[in-house]
């Protein structure tokens, strides 16, 4: 199906037409020439008829000019038959931390040591991109949570975002109450029975204005189930003064704090210390059964501005030819 989005614009069609009338044409101030009876005096008829002709073509192509950008001001749209997407209910946000520990290299991805982010968004992302027919979101957080895509079903845009995402983006430290309530907020419009958040760090609540405990309780009262994911192993790596990489302790994660939000809202707390339990979560997040939803559909548009457009360049430009080997 064929129409036009503003519709509104095709009003301005007869616009030469009206300052034509309104602005009647300057008359010329020289006086009248003094013509001299020689031969080229009888040349002259030929020449005005060519002129006269130049000029009507040049008003014929300036007119379709006109009026192709104005059908392109209109936006021309071509609208493509009802496509069913396939929805399986489950709306899915997803936090990420950002803080400065998540620089720790704990992880090994492809034979080789990387940090925590870096493993996270490989993950991460092979997840994402298997959730056809749910709606993902993703919020980033640090000294504050910062929303980075609503709930939507375009997984290549929100995976995008996430390997866009860098170390101390939002922060050096660590606001996990902060997130929670903004995954309420956000997932609080939504009419669905059940809404899930994953959330992912490896540390302790460093900062924000709610704390954990009070943010996972709402989280329970609007119906906001919490899946925790603990980031990093117990025994992190540094690099000494001869950039050989020495095992330390890690004690910064705070697995009885994510235990307890999981706990409060129903959700379950997973361990991530190496790629291969990351894996292995994400497989068990996907067994989450989905609520039953409507069936919704979408209409393909392709926009068609491009080709009126075209047109009004393609006929001011043969005008001006005409203009200037005629002059």
């Known amino acids: 199906m064929f129409e036009f989005q503003w519709l509104w614009a095709l009003l301005a069609l007869p616009l030469p037409l009206l300052v034509r009338w309104l602005f009647k044409p300057v008359k010329s101030s020289q006086g009248v ?16 008829l060519a002129l006269k002709s130049s000029k009507l073509l040049i008003l014929f192509f ?8 104005v059908i392109a001001s209109a936006r021309p749209i071509w609208i493509g038959d009802a496509v069913q997407l396939p929805v399986s209910g489950r709306d899915l946000m997803l936090a990420v931390d950002l803080s400065g520990s998540m620089q720790e290299q704990d992880f090994e991805l492809n034979g080789r040591l990387v940090d925590r982010l870096v493993a996270t968004k490989a993950v991460a992302g092979d997840f994402i991109q298997r959730r056809k027919g749910d709606r993902i ?32 983006l939002a922060g050096e430290k660590t606001a996990i ?8 907020k956000r997932l609080r ?5 059940e809404h899930i958040l994953i959330l992912m760090t490896d540390g302790a609540n460093t900062a924000g204005v709610v704390s954990p405990q009070e943010a996972a309780s709402l989280a329970a009262q ?3 189930k919490i899946y925790t994911v603990g980031i990093g192993s117990e025994r992190g790596f540094a690099a000494n003064v001869f950039g050989f990489n020495l095992p330390t302790q890690n004690t910064d994660l705070d697995e009885r704090t994510l235990k307890a939000i999981a706990q ?14 990351f894996q292995q979560i994400y497989d068990e997040l996907d067994k989450l059964e989905p609520v039953e939803k409507d069936v919704e559909s979408w209409r393909p ?27």
């Open 222 to 224: 609007e119906g906001l």
């Open 264 to 277: 409060i809202t129903g959700g379950k707390y997973f361990r991530a210390r190496d790629t291969q339990e």
């Open 137 to 168: 979101g993703l919020i980033l957080f640090g000294d504050r949570a910062y929303l980075q895509a609503p709930l939507t079903f375009d997984r290549k845009t929100v995976t995008t975002l996430l390997f866009e995402s860098a170390l101390g």
């Open 62 to 69: 300036a007119g379709l000019a006109w009026i192709a950008l």
């Open 177 to 184: 109450g902060d997130a929670i309530g903004l995954a309420v």
């Open 189 to 193: 419009k939504e009419n669905d029975q």
């Open 301 to 327: 548009q392709t926009e068609l501005f491009r080709w009126p457009l075209s047109l009004a360049v393609l006929f001011s430009l043969l005008a001006l030819l005409i203009r200037r080997f005629a002059a």
């Open 33 to 48: 020439a003094l013509k001299v009876p020689f031969i080229e005096d009888f040349q002259q008829s030929g020449n005005s």
